[in-house]
């Protein structure tokens, strides 16, 4: 319950905090910033593998904030507690390795595309560069979007964290459950890919009368249900739905109409399906993230011109920098003002960055923009389904056709000056996150901000080796690991500049997102479920119904108040963190085999030897016992613990 001791100028700010104001609790202290830069490391690795696989991230806020429960639970037992705000302050620092990852992998991992290796050091500084501005940017956004637009930008996440934390009797459970989900998910995948005992991917081609090229199929594996089970049915659906356009109805009629590469001409059917997605498709897709990009910008046109009001009003000492209570207090407007110049210079200077004066200034402007609608855009639907990649495309473009004008010739430049957007846009949305859940539990901005620094720092540091490793390990634009962003990112950057870029498919995609905007449907979850392999869209669609169907068996057993509901579902957005966090450590650990020179990437370092017909039918069965696990460990004892 939160308490009730609140001055009047603070309700009228918003919620009443659970620790007041006036109250000082540790936050920053030295064992909050060990762990939290531990689980960093760890989230980075996690989603920077599932992203690459899948085409998406999740928030790392709640899985760290039940984690960091845990551990401070042990300390406990042998006399070194922690506060709710030190545990905030360890989810922020690990969220923050979450976010970096997603800007990384949409847009860095792409120069492997263009057969240019993983540079550990340019990755580290373009994406500490970045991921500053992103927390800097954010900085004169915090109070009018967190505060002052409390009723209308719910931040689900940051608010469900903030639940969490604030319910320290849920701590025990959710490890349990966590725990179990990362279980479940290891030994699945180790048996999968480990030892080869059953297939997780099933497809198919086929054709209908004189139609030719209809393809379907999914790579059922615990990550990807996972990641439909965390953005529900509705999205999940927007994504399918994407998937059925390009494979069902694009391939079809380009296959029928001779549209096929002459690389793929005499293939089957199946192998026919995927060139054509790649050589035509996925600029559909490129072209509706673009149209979706521009009218987000659009449409935070309001916001945008607030936050620089705000900005201007701080520095000039009439804002809010004289607030003197602490759960107001963020870095100073003359930091904030002088390190973007200082990052803007650096673009600029710094030889590792690539970027030079036009890109540099591309990448300052878009990522001011960018940060304000991903700000904005996660209040609503959350930073799971921040379009991150839509705003990096939309910079591409810009930034292709600007470098292109001035006699640029090599798209990794376009590639690093979309790399900073995107990182400063993706950590721009966790910090909004992360600052609406201290806003509920009583944290001080500036020390959240600081966290944020610290975590950005460190992964920055380790996200070139991570990207390197997965690169060594699996290949980068694989089948194991896609990195379907990246692959558009490369494919958009040497188009523009080349010349040999697929404009009228991205004109039908405009049109096409042009239509869903006036449709008043979600352009970006459509433009990601065309860009994505069939394969992927079908097992994150098989979790959103997975969702679906739980939550109305629930509906049909709670109460007036809906607490089994909203008790059920914090359940199993925990064990699906459990789910994609344990598919990404067997992906690490399988890969450190290949690396090792044990087994290799067409098989498994330990196979069983079964035949291929016995692999499916034992991949049947193990899809249905994964649905049936995960539906079980969150409905078991749910409205007995909601009642404890």
Not at 609 to 636: D, E, I, K, R, Y
Request: aromatic share 8%.
């Amino acid at each position: 319950m939160r308490t009730d001791d609140r001055t009047a100028s603070e309700s009228a700010a918003g919620p009443s905090p659970h620790v007041p104001a006036g109250r000082s609790v540790a936050e920053l202290t030295i064992k909050a910033v060990l762990i939290g830069l531990a689980l960093n490391v760890v989230m980075l690795t996690a989603n920077m593998y599932l992203g690459m696989r899948s085409g998406m991230t999740i928030s790392a806020s709640i899985p760290a904030a039940v984690i960091s429960m845990g551990v401070f639970y042990g300390l406990r037992r042998v006399g070194i507690g922690g506060t709710v705000l030190e545990n905030n302050i360890v989810q922020t620092m690990t969220s923050a390795g979450e976010a970096l990852a997603a800007g990384v992998i949409f847009t860095i991992a792409g120069v492997t595309f263009l057969d240019q290796p993983i540079d550990i050091v340019n990755t580290a500084v373009v994406a500490v560069l970045g991921g500053l501005l992103g927390v800097l940017f954010m900085v004169p956004m915090r109070r009018y979007l967190i505060v002052d637009r409390h009723e209308e930008l719910p931040y689900p996440e940051g608010t469900a964290c903030a639940d969490v934390l604030e319910a320290g009797s849920r701590g025990d459970e959710g490890v349990k459950l966590i725990s179990f989900g990362f279980l479940v998910s290891f030994l699945y995948m180790w048996l999968a890919n480990g030892m080869a005992a059953f297939r997780t991917t099933i497809q198919t081609a086929f054709s209908v009368g004189e139609t030719d090229g209809f393809a379907i199929g999914g790579d059922f594996t615990p990550a990807l249900l996972g990641v439909g089970y965390i953005i529900g049915p509705r999205i999940a659906g927007y994504v399918f739905g994407g998937g059925l356009v390009a494979w069902l109805m694009l391939i079809p009629l380009l296959i029928t109409g001779g549209f096929v590469p002459e690389s793929a001409a005499d293939a089957a059917l199946m192998a026919q399906a995927d060139a054509v997605w790649d050589e035509y498709v996925r600029y559909v897709g490129a072209g509706a993230m673009i149209v979706g990009g521009f009218y987000a910008i659009l449409s935070m046109r309001g916001t945008i011109v607030d936050a620089l009001g705000t900005a201007a009003a701080e520095i000039g000492g009439s804002g809010a920098t004289a607030d003197a209570k602490r759960t107001q207090r963020d870095l100073p407007m003359k930091v904030v003002v002088v390190g973007a110049v200082l990052i803007a210079l650096a673009l600029v200077a710094v030889p590792q960055v690539q970027v030079g004066l036009v890109g540099g200034f591309i990448a300052v402007i878009a990522a001011f923009l960018f940060v304000a609608v991903s700000a904005y855009l996660v209040g609503i639907v959350g930073s799971s389904s921040n379009p991150v990649s839509g705003m990096a495309v939309a910079t591409i473009l810009i930034a292709a056709l600007a470098l292109r004008s001035v006699g640029a010739t090599d798209p990794v430049v376009v590639l690093m000056t979309a790399s900073v957007v995107a990182i400063a846009a993706a950590v721009a949305g966790d910090t909004s996150q992360d600052l609406k859940t201290g806003q509920l539990l009583g944290a001080t901005p500036r020390k959240q901000q600081l966290a944020q620094v610290i975590g950005i720092a460190l992964s920055a540091l380790f996200a070139g080796w991570v990207l390197s490793f997965f690169d060594r390990a699996y290949g980068i634009g694989s089948e194991t690991i896609p990195a379907p962003q990246a692959g558009m990112m490369a494919l958009i950057s040497e188009g523009v500049l080349t010349g040999t870029a697929q404009w009228g498919m991205i004109l039908i995609g405009a049109v096409f997102a042009l239509v869903l905007i006036l449709m008043d449907v979600p352009v970006l979850p459509f433009a990601v479920g065309i860009y994505l392999p069939i394969t992927l869209a079908t097992p994150i669609f098989l979790g959103g119904l997975l969702r679906a169907g739980i939550d109305r068996y629930v509906e049909r057993r709670d109460d007036e108040e809906g607490s089994l509901a909203e008790r059920t579902t914090s359940r199993g957005r925990i064990v699906a963190a459990g789910l994609i966090t344990g598919e990404a450590i067997m992906g690490i650990v399988i890969g450190a085999l290949y690396v090792g020179g044990i087994g290799n990437a067409e098989g498994a370092p330990f196979p069983l030897g079964l035949a291929g017909a016995t692999q499916a039918t034992l991949g049947v069965v193990a899809l249905v016992a994964l649905v049936g696990l995960f539906a079980a460990s969150v409905l078991w004892n749910a409205s007995e613990s909601e009642n404890a």
